[in-house]
T-cell receptor, first 114, second 112 residues
């Protein structure tokens, strides 16, 4: 069974500053990795995903993430945040053989301070 | 952009009552899922559905839960006799290529 750890429950950051949201996973098999974002009172929106190929993946709204197999990490980054990035961010994995359930982390609340 | 639609956005019910949560998946998707998120906890997988049958379910998905695709567009989650601990946000998801799942906005279920 796989698990996902998001080390920071809340991350405050000033507008236009860079941000990194950390995610580590554990699994006995290969996984696919995802970041979802939940804006206030909205659903879960896919931000980006890693399935295979280049370990640096780019998503919507200027976010990117890097898959590091040796460190079992998939950290999310943005070089310059905007007020509108205030939301909760969820790291998630799917077992590459299962194609069934997504296993989510607990979420990280990003608060962008003007 | 196609999206997963869930209704209602908020459902209030009395303990012991039956509720049906409705979802309209993205139109050409074949794989459907339900998840729930109890306040302050992780989003948890409940069930996956493909080809008109359950393909996987979690231990949470006991006999009081059922899913159905009653027609070509809807996907429902029924809770037969709600308990206080069923209060949660329920998310429906669908996928076309069974890897990337797209989620709806959720139904907040409040059991009183």
């Amino acid at each position: 069974a796989q698990s996902v750890t998001q080390l920071d429950s809340q991350v405050p950051v000033f507008e236009e500053a860079p941000v990194e949201l950390r995610c580590n996973y554990s699994s006995s098999v290969s996984v696919y990795l995802f970041w979802y974002v939940q804006y206030p009172n909205q659903g879960l929106q896919l931000l980006l995903k890693y399935l295979s190929g280049s370990t640096l993946v780019k998503g919507i709204n200027g976010f990117e993430a890097e898959f590091n197999k040796s460190q079992t990490s998939f950290h999310l980054r943005k070089p310059s945040v905007h007020i509108s990035d205030t939301a909760e961010y969820f790291c998630a994995v799917i077992d590459s053989g299962g194609y069934q359930k997504v296993t989510f982390g607990i979420g990280t609340k990003l608060q962008v301070i003007p | 952009e196609p999206e997963v639609t869930q209704t209602p956005s908020h459902q209030v019910t009395q303990m012991g009552q039956e509720v049906i949560l409705r979802c309209v998946p993205i139109s050409n998707h074949l794989y459907f899922y339900w998840y729930r998120q109890i306040l302050g906890q992780k989003v948890e997988f409940l069930v996956s559905f493909y080809n008109n049958e359950i393909s996987e379910k979690s231990e949470i998905f006991d006999d009081q839960f059922s899913v159905e695709r009653p027609d070509g567009s809807n996907f429902t989650l029924k809770i037969r006799s709600t308990k206080l601990e069923d209060s949660a946000m329920y998310f429906c998801a669908s996928s076309g290529e069974p890897i990337t799942q797209y989620f709806g906005a959720g139904t907040r279920l409040s059991v009183l």
